[in-house]
């Protein structure tokens, strides 16, 4: 127990809550960290809660009851998010991204923090309200982001593979055709991380074809999992029938021509900037 100051237990409380998104913290616990009574932490939380909404940092949410407590709900300035995806934006127009047979190079992006960050909090304001139990994403580039979208939520991530692992047990696996490989892929996702009547999100780097995001809720449906929703950093314009529709993304690459040396990304109007 560490007797402090308020000012020392706004900034320590701070940290906390805005390190640990949508974990809820009884008052008990900062009680016992600072040896701070419940309605003095009650006052600390209302000074906080001000702060928050007053510069666009998110809100403080005060659950009531003996299993309650306080937890942080993350938000973001749409100036400052506006700003980010045209930062992105931009660096994605660069012909130099396109690869040969009209792939995109987007790894650079799609690892860097400062972009899933924010990419994660449009998707998690997307889905806020469906309350998975767990996120989901395939191996490999799609994890980052995935993790982000999971911390917002304070839910674990559970990650498909393309080839199953010793040290994850027994797994279920699934043969499956992928839209832009254009071959067939195999899945695999441990029984360990997966409880029957689960909700889950799913989240990808890239929607071509859809055959991946179709993989996975049929996946899904052999845990009896409910898939509350799909998104993706990036979808392709083309083909429009896709082979899972009800997806969102943040992004839409609509020409990738390595003949021409022409590419083209606009935002999705999916995201209200």
Not at 66 to 83: F, I, L, M, Q, T
Not at 127 to 156: H, M, Q
């Amino acid at each position: 127990m560490i007797n402090t100051t308020r000012k020392l237990r706004l900034g320590a409380i701070s940290s906390i809550l805005t390190q640990n998104p949508n974990v809820l913290y009884p008052l008990s616990y900062f009680s016992a960290m600072f040896g701070s009574s419940k309605s003095t932490l009650s006052e600390d939380m209302t000074i906080l809660k001000e702060s928050f909404e007053t510069f666009g940092i998110g809100s403080l949410e005060v659950v009531m009851g003996a299993a309650g407590g306080v937890r942080y709900v993350p938000s973001v300035n749409k100036d400052v998010r506006r700003e980010a995806m045209d930062e992105i934006l931009e660096q994605l127009m660069s012909p130099s991204r396109i690869l040969p047979g009209g792939y995109v190079y987007t790894a650079d992006i799609l690892l860097t923090p400062k972009y899933t960050d924010k990419m994660a909090q449009i998707i998690w304001g997307w889905f806020r309200d469906t309350n998975p139990d767990f996120i989901i994403t395939v191996e490999a580039k799609g994890i980052a982001l995935a993790a982000s979208v999971a911390r917002l939520f304070g839910k674990p991530l559970v990650v498909a593979r393309r080839e199953s692992k010793l040290t994850e047990g027994s797994v279920v696996t699934i043969n499956y055709l992928s839209g832009s490989a254009n071959r067939m892929q195999k899945m695999s996702i441990s029984k360990r991380a997966i409880r029957e009547g689960q909700k889950t999100l799913i989240i990808d780097d890239f929607i071509a074809g859809g055959g991946t995001i179709r993989a996975i809720y049929d996946i899904m449906k052999e845990f009896s999992v409910d898939v509350v929703g799909c998104a993706a950093a990036i979808s392709t314009k083309e083909p429009i029938k896709k082979r899972v529709n009800d997806y969102k993304s943040i992004f839409i690459l609509e020409e990738a021509n390595s003949d021409e040396n022409n590419i083209s990304f606009r935002l999705s109007p999916d995201i209200d900037l």
